[in-house]
């Protein structure tokens, strides 16, 4: 039961890591100065909710272990986060529609885990679901103004939600944890959170003016731990320091 | 994105005090504009409410007048309020 608790929270936490992490790479690279502030304030907003749950995974393992090694110390399988997140920032549209397709799932999700028996958990969903209501703001915005942009701005936006699209399917899978925790109304059963999804996600789409892509064969493994071949490189930007200098400090 | 216009900030610290001009953002309407000076000038809790105004519309005095504008009023201190006593419980006169 508690490995399966633990499951469940690393399968909600490493979306937040990291997504976080992918925005922090954009740190100091953004379009302009206030947009550059909007998505590292996001970056922080989403390491703050895995400080959260990490150091209540934390707790549950014992053994020595704290938010720092659950965050630096795993392979990367071990990892549970949706492969959506770990995509690249190949540019400007690809990062809004990766957290825009994100944020509509996070908000639908944290709506229902506020509700959960576990006292912990539904503390820190009812805390972020604030945060995430912003994001979600934010990241619609920059859909509709780039989809109903310029022409160049709308072919950007509309390659980026088909390219991303294929990931958006996983987001509704199961895993054993899932299970687990659904059956002891501690976790979100994310099957019914599906329709709302992209009921939400065509309404911001079709206002942006944007095609909302029709496919059939999507790709899924992250919530099992087998990653797209970016999670490599990421991981080793994100755990280069404490694989260097263990239990390094500052 | 060069091309966007200036906005100055007003942000209101807390309820019961005015909107304070806190600087100034680049954004291509009212709405990014809002989203912006929120993102740029409250990450530290320094607001509860925000104003944004283009600063093309704030028509400034000119440097250059402030001869005959302000040195008038500096030797007229009786036009302070300094002669009442304020209740202790009064601030942010």
């Known amino acids: ?250 | 994105m060069k091309n966007w216009p200036l906005w100055e900030v007003f942000i209101r610290s807390k309820n019961g005090l005015e909107h304070r001009h806190c600087g100034s953002i680049h954004a291509s309407d009212a709405t990014m504009a809002l989203e912006n000076a929120r993102d740029v000038y409250t990450r530290r809790m320094e607001g509860v409410s925000i104003w944004v105004v283009p600063s093309k519309e704030i028509t400034a005095s000119n440097p250059d007048d402030s001869a005959e504008l302000f040195d008038p009023a500096k030797d007229k201190a009786y036009r302070h309020p300094t002669f009442y006593e304020l209740p202790d419980e009064l601030k942010h006169m």
Not at chain 1, 16 to 44: S, W
Not at chain 1, 211 to 225: A, E, I, M, R, T
Request: glycine share 6%; aromatic share 10%.
């Open chain 1, 1 to 250: 039961m508690e490995q399966h608790l633990v499951q469940y929270i690393y399968g909600i936490a490493d979306n937040a890591l990291i997504l976080g992490q992918r925005l922090g790479e954009l740190c100091g690279h953004g379009p302009n100065l206030e947009t550059d502030i909007a998505m590292t304030n996001i970056a922080l907003d989403l390491l703050g909710q895995t400080r959260s749950y990490y150091q209540y995974a934390a707790k549950l393992q014992g053994e020595n272990a704290t938010e720092d090694t659950i965050a630096f110390l795993r392979s990367e399988r071990e990892y549970k986060n949706v492969l959506l997140v770990e995509q690249p920032n190949t540019d400007f549209a690809y990062s809004i529609g990766r957290q825009f397709l994100f944020d509509v799932f996070h908000l639908l999700l944290l709506e229902e885990l506020a509700a959960s028996a576990d006292e912990t958990l539904a503390a820190i969903a009812k805390k972020s679901v604030k945060e995430v209501r912003y994001h979600v703001r934010f990241s619609s915005d920059w859909i509709k103004r780039l989809g109903d942009g310029t022409d160049e701005s709308h072919i950007k936006m509309q390659n980026a939600i088909n390219d991303l699209w294929a990931y958006t399917d996983e987001l509704f899978h199961q895993t054993d944890a899932d299970k687990a925790m659904v059956s002891q109304n501690i976790g979100v059963d994310v099957t019914k959170l599906k329709e709302a999804f992209y009921v939400k996600v065509s309404e911001v789409l079709e206002e942006a003016t944007l095609q909302v892509p029709d496919l059939k064969y999507f790709q899924k493994g992250g919530k099992n731990g087998v990653h797209s071949e970016h999670m490599g490189y990421l991981l080793a930007d994100l755990q280069y320091m404490q694989r260097t200098f263990p239990n390094m400090n500052w």
